[in-house]
């Protein structure tokens, strides 16, 4: 399947449109007013010897936040006019251009610029030196795409000719400690066709990856390890691939893909089991509340999971993109678009809140260019026709291979809806494909043309492909089953283990205790009726509840315990002895996960699993009013 550019695609009002809006108009602005404060940007001005400014403490990666953020710009300015933007990104790209030495080498924790600096590549392992490169890269790239701006396309390209003169055989044999730079040389190729990009890529992935010694990335037999890294060698592995169609990587990403859905990918779509190292767990090591999940894992785990989409064309790795996106992404940024988680929980007793800025602050910035590159995300093209992969209202303009040009419009309140009209306006009637994927969860889809029943038929988890000869304003309309269900672990996940959770179309339900107030969180249970696989939840849309939700409400239990006789009850005892806990029947409220931590409630606890319940009892300590505490 082939990308289509990003300023082919507009998003409408629809679910993703307020996202990119608080992007571009507080996340980015804020976000560089940090950078500022912090001396992000004085560190090159000071490096250019354009002034007489300290060196401000940063961390090894710090240059590339100030990169991802450009790059942001650039994938905004394809999209919308952003004039704020654009003149603090015209300021900032003369400062980088001036601190680059002439030899095209830049990064500004060597002696050239940093008290504690070092020459150059020597600490490869730690010190993110070709991490930054490859960020630097992917900036100038977007914003000469964006821009026509060639400035910093110049920079990065420089940057890339003394990589290609220090690296490669019987050269540098050696890779940076943290991927990237695999991603950003095989882009830059695709950019400037100048092939010896592709190769340096390709020199570069052969070898073992220098943190942790791990094997190249074909020859790699399972996840392990730093989880982000991981995900972003696959994706250089990936694009790779895409360029050079060389089978013996492709089969390798598709064992390890198994690998991560099989038994290290959270219900929510994050990433990565533990603290230490930032790295992946045993297979079913996914514990709750200390999970890791950094937000930058599942940025890149979906650009991983895109560009295995592209590479098969199969649906389950959009579904995983999509599960991503809505819930283990979406939870890393605030509804203000200014405040960020780092790590992901999927449990908490409150006290875990997002913040503007970080010590190691990889992720603000990331999600800052993941939304403002979304619209690219929606629609391939390919020699079939066309493809849709994600659902929002908006309209697209895209060109075939054989040049024919296609308009769609797609109108839709998906995820809250699922209802899907896509109109399709060819620029003359012609015969192809349009492919409407069907998540693994949609069971009873249907599909209509012009308001007859499609004749073609999918299964969840493919694609509906509707072949004709398409007219102008030819109608499809998709009625996609939202409907509350629940879902259990592998029996493996101990944590989980005689527990369910709550989804809803692709969105990942979680219990706080702003909606569940005088109970313990932990403590819900859920009371579903045999058979019933809804829980018996229905969906409330809530206009005015964290810009605009559907909450789900249903029967539940609450565990009640006087505080006296919970300190009576020993640690451990014989099971079946003494008093048990009483449970009395609650109604019970979630909101989808990502909204979690944005009301400012300092006392909020949430909780995602939730324990099967055992037959209802009345609670002895108190009336099982509606309104009892």
């Given at each position: 399947?082939?990308?289509?550019?990003?300023?082919?695609?507009?998003?409408?009002?629809?679910?993703?449109?307020?996202?990119?809006e608080?992007?571009?108009?507080?996340g980015?602005?804020?976000?560089?007013?940090d950078?500022?404060e912090?001396?992000?940007v004085d560190n090159?001005?000071?490096?250019?010897?354009?002034a007489?400014?300290p060196?401000?403490?940063?961390?090894f990666?710090?240059e590339?936040?100030?990169y991802?953020?450009l790059?942001?710009?650039?994938f905004?300015?394809?999209t919308?006019?952003?004039?704020h933007?654009r003149?603090a990104a015209?300021?900032?790209?003369?400062?980088i251009a001036?601190?680059?030495?002439?030899d095209?080498?830049?990064?500004l924790?060597?002696?050239?610029?940093?008290p504690e600096?070092?020459?150059?590549?020597?600490?490869?392992?730690?010190s993110h030196?070709l991490?930054?490169?490859?960020?630097l890269?992917q900036?100038g790239?977007?914003?000469?795409?964006?821009?026509?701006?060639?400035?910093?396309?110049?920079?990065g390209t420089?940057?890339?000719?003394?990589?290609?003169?220090?690296?490669?055989?019987?050269k540098?044999?050696v890779?940076?400690?943290?991927?990237e730079?695999?991603?950003?040389?095989?882009?830059?190729?695709r950019?400037?066709e100048?092939?010896?990009?592709?190769?340096?890529?390709g020199?570069?992935?052969?070898l073992?990856?220098?943190?942790?010694n791990l094997?190249?990335i074909?020859?790699r037999?399972?996840?392990?390890g730093?989880?982000v890294?991981s995900?972003?060698?696959?994706?250089?592995?990936?694009?790779?691939?895409?360029?050079?169609g060389?089978e013996?990587?492709r089969a390798?990403?598709?064992?390890?893909?198994?690998d991560?859905?099989?038994?290290?990918?959270?219900?929510?779509?994050?990433?990565?089991?533990?603290?230490?190292?930032?790295?992946?767990?045993?297979?079913y090591?996914?514990p709750?509340a200390?999970?890791?999940?950094?937000?930058?894992?599942?940025?890149?785990?979906?650009?991983?999971?895109?560009r295995?989409l592209?590479i098969?064309?199969?649906a389950r790795?959009?579904?995983v993109?999509?599960?991503?996106?809505?819930?283990?992404?979406l939870?890393g940024v605030s509804?203000?678009?200014?405040?960020?988680?780092?790590?992901?929980p999927?449990?908490?007793?409150?006290g875990?809140?997002?913040?503007?800025?970080?010590g190691?602050?990889c992720?603000?910035?990331n999600?800052h260019?993941?939304?403002?590159?979304?619209?690219g995300?929606?629609f391939?093209?390919?020699?079939?026709g066309?493809q849709v992969?994600?659902?929002?209202?908006?309209?697209?303009?895209?060109t075939?291979?054989d040049?024919?040009?296609?308009?769609?419009?797609?109108r839709?309140?998906?995820?809250?809806?699922?209802?899907?009209e896509v109109?399709v306006?060819?620029e003359?009637?012609?015969e192809?494909?349009v492919?409407l994927?069907?998540?693994?969860?949609?069971e009873?889809a249907?599909?209509?043309?012009?308001?007859?029943?499609?004749e073609?038929?999918?299964?969840?988890?493919?694609?509906?492909?509707l072949r004709?000869?398409?007219?102008?304003g030819?109608?499809?309309?998709?009625s996609?089953p939202?409907?509350p269900?629940?879902?259990?672990?592998?029996?493996?996940?101990a944590?989980?283990r005689?527990?369910?959770?709550?989804?809803?179309?692709?969105?990942v339900y979680?219990?706080e205790?702003?909606?569940?107030?005088?109970?313990?969180?932990?403590?819900?249970?859920l009371?579903?009726?045999?058979g019933?696989t809804t829980?018996?939840f229905?969906?409330?849309?809530?206009?005015?509840?964290?810009?605009g939700?559907?909450?789900?409400?249903?029967?539940?239990?609450?565990?009640c315990?006087?505080?006296?006789?919970?300190?009576?009850?020993?640690?451990?005892?014989?099971?079946?002895?003494?008093?048990?806990?009483?449970?009395?029947?609650?109604?019970?409220?979630a909101?989808?996960?990502?909204?979690w931590?944005?009301r400012g409630?300092?006392?909020m606890?949430?909780w995602?699993?939730?324990?099967?319940?055992?037959?209802?009892?009345?609670c002895p300590?108190?009336?099982?009013?509606?309104?009892?505490?």
């Open positions: 399947l082939r990308a289509v550019p990003l300023r082919a695609v507009r998003l409408g009002e629809g679910f993703w449109s307020p996202r990119l608080a992007n571009a108009a507080a980015m602005p804020r976000f560089l007013r950078m500022e912090h001396g992000v090159f001005r000071r490096a250019a010897g354009r007489d400014l060196w401000r403490q940063a961390s990666a710090s590339s936040d100030l991802k953020w790059e942001a710009v650039g905004v300015l394809q919308q006019e952003a004039p933007l003149e015209e300021g900032i790209i003369e400062e001036a601190a680059q030495g002439p095209g080498y830049l990064f924790h060597t002696s050239l610029s940093s600096g070092y020459e150059r590549f020597s600490q490869l392992e730690r030196e991490y930054c490169a490859g960020h890269m900036a790239i977007a914003y000469y795409r964006a821009t026509g701006d060639e400035r910093l396309l110049r920079v420089r940057f890339a000719e003394y990589l290609c003169q220090e690296f490669g055989p019987g540098r044999e890779t940076d400690g943290h991927p730079v695999e991603m950003a040389l095989i882009e830059l190729y950019t400037t100048e092939r010896r990009y592709l190769d340096l890529a020199f570069f992935l052969s073992p990856q220098s943190a942790g094997p190249p074909a020859e037999p399972a996840l392990v730093h989880a890294r995900g972003y060698i696959c994706c250089g592995g990936a694009d790779w691939y895409l360029e050079t060389e013996g990587m390798n990403l598709c064992r390890l893909w198994e991560l859905t099989r038994g290290k990918l959270y219900l929510t779509g994050g990433v990565g089991a533990r603290h230490e190292g930032e790295a992946f767990g045993e297979p090591e996914l709750n200390r999970a890791y999940a950094e937000t930058c894992a599942a940025i890149a785990h979906a650009m991983w999971a895109w295995m592209l098969t064309g199969e790795y959009a579904d993109l999509e599960t991503i996106l809505y819930n283990g992404f939870s509804l203000s678009g200014d405040q960020y988680f780092y790590m992901n999927l449990a908490s007793d409150g875990y809140r997002r913040v503007p800025w970080f190691c602050n992720c603000p910035p999600v260019r993941m939304i403002a590159s979304l619209p995300y929606f391939t093209v390919s020699e079939k066309v992969h994600l659902y929002d209202t908006c309209e697209a303009l895209l075939l291979p040049g024919t040009a296609v308009r769609l419009e797609v839709t309140r998906y995820p809250w809806e699922g209802k899907v109109v306006t060819p003359a009637a012609s192809f494909t492919s994927r069907l998540p693994a969860w949609a009873g249907v599909a209509e043309v012009n308001g007859e029943r499609a073609a038929e999918a299964a969840p988890g493919t694609y509906l492909a004709r000869t398409w007219q102008a030819d109608r499809i309309t998709l996609l939202l409907q269900r629940l879902v259990e672990s592998h029996p493996r996940v944590e989980n005689c527990a369910i959770a709550l989804q809803r179309g692709p969105i979680c219990f205790s702003n909606d569940n107030p005088l109970v313990s969180v932990p403590d819900l249970a009371a579903p009726s045999e019933d829980g018996g229905v969906a409330e849309w809530q206009p005015d509840l964290l810009a939700v559907a909450l789900l409400r249903g029967p539940g239990r609450a565990m315990m006087p505080c006296a006789a919970e300190r009576e009850v020993p640690l451990y005892r014989t099971w079946g002895c003494g008093s048990q806990q009483a449970r009395y029947e609650k109604e019970v409220t909101i989808p996960y990502y909204a931590a944005n409630d300092s006392a606890r949430v995602l699993p939730l324990a099967h319940a055992g037959e209802g009892v009345t300590h108190h009336p099982p009013a509606e309104t009892s505490p």
